[in-house]
């Protein structure tokens, strides 16, 4: 069966620092991965999408994701944490038109 | 990208009744979804809406407690039936079109249940 695996339920970087948080599918063939980030009390909005193509996504806010099969990861980073960038973040593959989440990261950010 | 709106934004139920939530989208879609995120917890699937028929349940979700419909591309309904304290959650509606490989969700729904 199809998942996805979020290490670390929590992380917290400084601001200015760098943002990276993982992710790792296990899928027989390459699938569709996405990114999305809930803000409290939001619905989810989409950061980023691999399809096909090239490996290295960027998405909206400066964040950027690289497809590894040889890894079956999708790590979301971004060089520099802002105030802003707190949040839950989701990472999610598609499997016959259907969303599989993994269980989220919820990203601090402090002073 | 599609937008999508839900009503209600939240509520607050007592145990034993239903709450119906709407979902409303503003283009064409072909796929429309219903999820549930419980507290503190990631995104589960109920269902698939199906236009026109009876949508298509994921494990462990069954028609009569969550009743589901779409009369049209744009427009479908969640009911949480006999509702009980574990039914709190925020409910989410999705869509997305053949051509895009992402779905786009409405803002949610968050439900208590007293």
């Known amino acids: 069966a199809q998942s996805v695996t979020q290490l670390g339920s929590h992380v917290s970087v400084s601001e200015g620092a760098l943002v990276l948080l993982r992710c790792n599918y296990s899928?027989?063939?390459?699938?569709?991965l996405f990114w999305y980030v809930q803000y409290p009390n939001q619905g989810l909005q989409l950061l980023l999408k691999?399809?096909?193509?090239?490996?290295l996504v960027k998405g909206i806010n400066g964040f950027e994701a690289e497809f590894k099969k040889s890894e079956t990861s999708f790590h979301l980073t971004k060089p520099s944490a802002h105030m802003s960038d707190a949040a839950e973040y989701f990472c999610?593959?598609?499997?016959?038109?259907?969303?599989?989440f993994g269980a989220g990261t919820r990203l601090a950010v402090h002073p | 990208s599609a937008v999508i709106s839900q009503k209600p934004s939240r509520d607050i139920c007592q145990r034993g009744t239903s709450l119906t939530i709407q979902c409303q989208v503003d283009?064409?879609?072909?796929?429309m979804f219903w999820y549930r995120q419980q507290p503190g917890q990631s995104l589960t699937l109920i269902a698939t809406?199906?236009?026109?028929?009876?949508?298509?349940?994921e494990s462990g979700f069954v028609i009569d407690k969550f009743p589901i419909s779409r009369p049209n591309l744009t427009f479908s309904t969640l009911t949480v039936s006999n509702m009980s304290p574990e039914d709190s959650s925020i409910y989410l509606c999705?869509?997305?079109?053949?051509?895009?490989?992402?779905?786009?969700f409405g803002p949610g729904t968050r439900l208590t249940v007293t």
């Open positions: 999610a593959s598609r499997r016959s038109n259907k969303l599989i």
């Open positions: 283009s064409q879609v072909t796929m």
């Open positions: 999705s869509g997305a079109r053949d051509r895009d490989h992402e779905q786009y």
């Open positions: 691999y399809t096909t193509g090239a490996t």
């Open positions: 809406a199906n236009q026109g028929s009876e949508a298509t349940y």
């Open positions: 899928s027989s063939v390459p699938p569709y």
